[in-house]
C-alpha cells in the first residue's frame, strides 16, 4: 500500500531513552504467536544486537538509560512494556501475563529512584506497547493486552486526550507493532500503520486523524517493521521492512536498519526495546 503526499520530515529532536541489556533473554513461555519455545534462541545473539541498537540512538545523539535486568524476567528487555511518561510523569504497567507481572513494579521502582512521580495503575495496561503520543493525542491500543478501562486511567494520569484503538489480528498484539509514530510534532503528527491490524472503527479514525500516514505493505508488518522509533527525521527500522524504508524516504525521513531478529523470535523489535522518557 502507498500513498502519495507532499508532507515531509519535521527534524530530529534529542531523545531520552530507557532500555534494558536482554542478559536472560530467552524463550521460556508463549505469549504471543511469535514466541515459540521450541525454537532456540541466543542469548549472546541478543545482546549483541541490543548493544548495536544502544549505540545507533547514542550515534544519533540521544541518551540512553538502563535498568539493571532481573534473572527469571526474559521479556524484561522489551522496556517499551514497562510504562507511559509524559511531562515527567509515570503511568506504571499492569501486565496481563503471570510471567511479566513483576515487570511492572521493576520499572517504575527505576522511575521512582530517579525522581519521577510515579502513579500506580489499577487498570491492566502494557505500557508503551499500547500506548503512543502522537503530538497532544495519546493512541491506546486494546484487544489483547491492555484494557480499555486503562484508557481513561492514563487520560487522568497523564493529562492528555486519548484515542482508543481495537486491535484484531494477534500478531499485532500490542499498538507497537501495528503503527509507528514517525513525528509527534502538534502541528504535523505524523504515523505509519497496518491497516488490516485495526477494527473497521479504528481503521476508519485513523483515516480521519491521519489522512496522509504510511500504510505499510504485509510483508513491512510481517517483519515487525512498523515496531520502529523515530526522532522526526532519523527511523530505526528493521532492516526486512524494505516497502516502509522506501516510503520513508519519500517523505524526507531517513531510515536506520538495525537487526533485531533474535529478538523477535519473543515478539519485539526496536520500539519494543525502546521506553521514551519525555520530561517535558
Known sequence: MT???????PGATPRRYLMCEPTFYTVSYEINPWMDRSRATDTQRAVDQWRR????????GH???TI????GLPDMVYAANGATVRGGVVYSARFRHPERQPEGPAYEKWFADHGFVTHTADEINEGEGDMLLVGDVLLAGCGFRTDRAAHA?????????????????PHYYHLDTALAVLSSDPADPQVAYYPPAFSDASRAELERRFPDAVLATTTDAAGLGLNAVSDGEN??????????????????????????????KGGGGAKCCTLEIRSA
Open 153 to 169: 486511567e492514563a487520560g487522568r494520569v497523564l493529562d492528555v486526550e486519548v484515542v482508543g484503538l481495537e486491535l484484531v489480528d
Open 68 to 71: 539493571e535486568p532481573l534473572a
Open 235 to 264: 527511523v530505526v527500522v528493521a532492516p526486512a521492512a524494505v516497502d516502509l524504508a522506501e516510503q520513508l524516504r519519500l517523505r524526507g525521513y531517513r531510515p536506520v536498519p538495525v537487526d533485531t531478529t533474535e529478538l523477535l
Open 63 to 65: 541518551t540512553v538509560d
Open 53 to 60: 541498537l544502544r549505540d545507533v540512538y547514542l550515534e544519533l
Open 3 to 9: 500513498r502519495a503526499t507532499t508532507r515531509t520530515a
